[in-house]
């Protein structure tokens, strides 16, 4: 994919990308790895809850880093949101994979 | 979009932090009351100013208050479409009765929770909650509004916007953005260290609000990072990233059959009546394991999971008092036989964790000079967000009133509102509380309203006052509110006094630190306000003589 440039007269519009990649996009690929990390720590072996808290403690952080470089990116927000989104898919899926191969 | 890191970090610093800070602002204050919500009901509830007690025996008190709860009916009718056949008139089927009490609880809440014959969704239950007198059994009334744990600590976390949880989102986000202006402050700053010993109060106005800034926001960074993200991660497997109740509901399932199978009985109902042995037998049994593990203690959170059916369990938690964590060492019992069925493991290490990062963001345990830390916190968050606004004012007053753009005379009178104006309205609900007649009908409402009614007041207040700000001087509102405040929190404590008869020198010789507390504090922010109302109007008139045009004089 590559990032699409919004012309430089429409600043409001590319605060709004960014910032919609940064909260929204950040979201989605935290709620993919939480997903994914759960379940993976259940397969190996976790008790269901420990993993949900671990998995969330540590997707809030990651949160926080996509977040604060999503804004700092100097990428384009086009790009921003496909690897936000695309990887939060990926993720996610990954996660419903290793639930069907438990229970 | 942005020439170099530390310029985003700036951008997002100031924009996000201007914007979420008003809610940030309503987090961290009603946060810091929240450390002493069970002190601030006493206060409201006159009729619970008595000293905190022990969970009650089940069988003489808790079971008759138990028996007597049943769902509220507006609950009952508002389930009604989603259930198939009509709502039965008594409701039986218990899922569960539970209480929960620390070592500040003089009153004690019970919960009970029922499951609906033909709910579509089987996990719809409907549920009540109810306060009883753990001395007797005797039954509050539950329209008295719990000032401190019923609506200062909802609004910390959800700003009582309780519509699809809309508040908790809200909050959630801003907490997000509070440690993203904790990261990018510390990133525009880079002399740390020395933050900590600036502060030159002296200095021009700008420069000495962004000292406090600064100092208030690194002393106290650990806390507020910690909060802010303990604070996330407390509802973030129930609200923010659900995923045990969507996407990996299935693994939910199979734990919850691997627990029951650690238990010993069947996940869910039998069908199969059954009656209840005696709790207190249960109850006592556990505390003997407890002091045989040599940690003897108070019961914290008492359970009864399907009574009447033959899969009901009791479990018995032990009270953190001494402990970070809320609750533990918990045991089960066979409801109708009274037979141990499991002692819960030693936690493992990731939910030691879990309790150590939750308990020490709740409190519950015993620790009154950690207690009062919290406070000066919480407060400390309060004055660095609301001097980041005075800062974003300063810095643009003048440029704005030569363009004669209105920008930082909306901010300025939002800041107003969300500093003293706040401070107004948790003091207005303090003062309705003692002014509002005993027997008012939804007595609790009518305190809500004045809450936001002076809230509200204070904005209009501070929009009104607020036409000197767009030519470069200070707004008036923030000196006349300051005085509003002094004169509110002297009224609280004062009429306090008049109608329970609870005055300080009665409290304080008692011992009875909830009120005397309260009091005491009311007092001194009476004080504090005063003298900031006195120290503006000094500034203000020594403006006026050095000749500022129109503004301040113009209102003096």
């Known amino acids: 994919m590559s990032a699409t440039p919004v012309p430089a007269s429409h600043p409001r519009l590319r605060i709004a990308a960014r910032t919609g990649a940064a909260v929204l996009g950040g979201y989605a690929f935290t709620w993919g790895f939480i997903a994914a990390c759960t379940a993976l720590a259940v397969k190996l072996g976790m008790d269901f809850h420990d993993a949900e808290f671990l998995a969330s403690a540590l997707g809030l952080l990651l949160f926080l880093a996509v977040f604060l470089g999503t804004v700092a990116s100097r990428r384009g927000a086009l790009l921003l949101w496909g690897v936000l989104l695309g990887g939060g898919a990926l993720l996610a899926a990954a996660g419903s994979l290793l639930q069907a191969s438990i229970a | ?556």
Request: net charge positive; hydrophobic share 50%; aromatic share 12%.
């Open chain 2, 1 to 556: 979009m942005f020439h170099s890191f530390r310029q985003a970090m700036a951008w997002l610093h100031t924009w996000f932090g201007l914007v979420l800070g008003f809610v940030l602002m309503a987090a961290f204050f009603f946060g810091a009351l929240s450390v002493f919500d069970r002190e601030i009901d006493r206060w409201a509830i006159p009729a619970t100013r008595f000293e905190p007690q022990p969970m009650p025996s089940f069988e003489k008190v808790l079971r008759p208050a138990f028996e007597r709860l049943q769902p509220p009916p507006e609950m009952v009718e508002a389930m009604r479409p989603r259930v198939d056949g009509p709502m039965p008139e008594r409701f039986d089927r218990i899922a569960y009765w539970s209480a929960y009490t620390t070592h500040r609880d003089p009153v004690l809440a019970i919960y009970a929770g029922w499951e609906v014959p033909g709910a579509r969704n089987p996990d719809e239950q409907l549920y009540a909650v109810g306060t009883i007198d753990p001395r007797d059994g005797t039954p509050l009334p539950d329209d008295r509004l719990k000032i401190g744990s019923g609506f200062f600590f909802p609004l910390h976390y959800g700003l009582t916007l309780d519509w699809k949880n809309l508040g908790i989102w809200i909050v959630g986000f801003s907490a997000l953005v509070m440690l993203a202006a904790l990261v990018s402050g510390v990133v525009m700053h880079r002399k740390l260290f020395r933050e900590l010993f600036t502060f030159r109060p002296g200095k021009a106005r700008l420069r000495s609000a962004l000292d406090l800034h600064n100092l208030t926001g690194v002393v106290a960074l650990p806390f507020h990072f910690f909060f802010a993200f303990t604070g996330l991660v407390i509802f973030s497997a129930t609200y923010y990233f659900p995923l045990g109740h969507t996407q990996l509901h299935e693994l939910h399932e199979l734990h919850e059959q691997h627990e029951a199978a650690a238990l010993g009985l069947p996940h869910g109902r039998s069908g199969v009546p059954a009656g209840l042995a005696n709790v207190d037998a249960m109850v006592g049994e556990a505390q003997r394991r407890w002091e045989a593990r040599g940690m003897a203690g108070d019961v914290g959170f008492l359970v009864l999971q399907h009574v009447g059916d033959a899969n009901g369990y009791v479990s018995v938690y032990r009270a953190g008092t001494d402990r970070i964590a809320l609750v533990g060492q918990g045991i089960h019992f066979k409801a109708d036989t009274g037979a141990l069925l499991r002692e819960d493991p030693p936690a493992t290490p990731v939910a030691r964790v879990a309790e150590f990062l939750t308990g020490l963001h709740l409190q519950h345990f015993r620790h009154w000079l950690l207690r009062w830390l919290y406070v000066f916190g919480g407060l400390m968050g309060a004055v660095c967000i609301a001097t980041g606004f005075v800062f974003f004012v300063e810095k643009r007053k003048r440029q704005h009133a030569r363009v004669g753009s209105q920008g930082v005379r909306i901010v300025d009178a939002l800041a107003v509102t969300t500093v003293t104006g706040m401070v107004l309205a948790a003091l207005g609900i303090l003062v309705a509380n003692r002014l509002l007649p005993e027997a008012l009908p939804g007595r609790g409402d009518w305190e809500r309203f004045a809450f936001w009614g002076t809230w509200a007041l204070a904005l209009v207040h501070a929009g009104w006052r607020s036409a000197p700000v767009a030519r470069g001087l200070p707004n008036p509102a923030w000196r006349e509110q300051c005085w509003a405040i002094a004169v509110l929190a002297l009224a609280a404590a004062v009429l306090n006094w008049i109608t329970t008869g609870d005055h300080l020198l009665r409290t304080l010789a008692a011992g009875y630190w909830p009120v005397a507390g309260l009091d005491l504090a009311l007092l001194a922010v009476a004080a504090i306000a005063a003298a900031a109302g006195h120290r503006l109007g000094r500034r203000a008139e020594a403006a006026a003589r050095i000749g500022a045009h129109g503004g301040e004089a113009a209102h003096a």
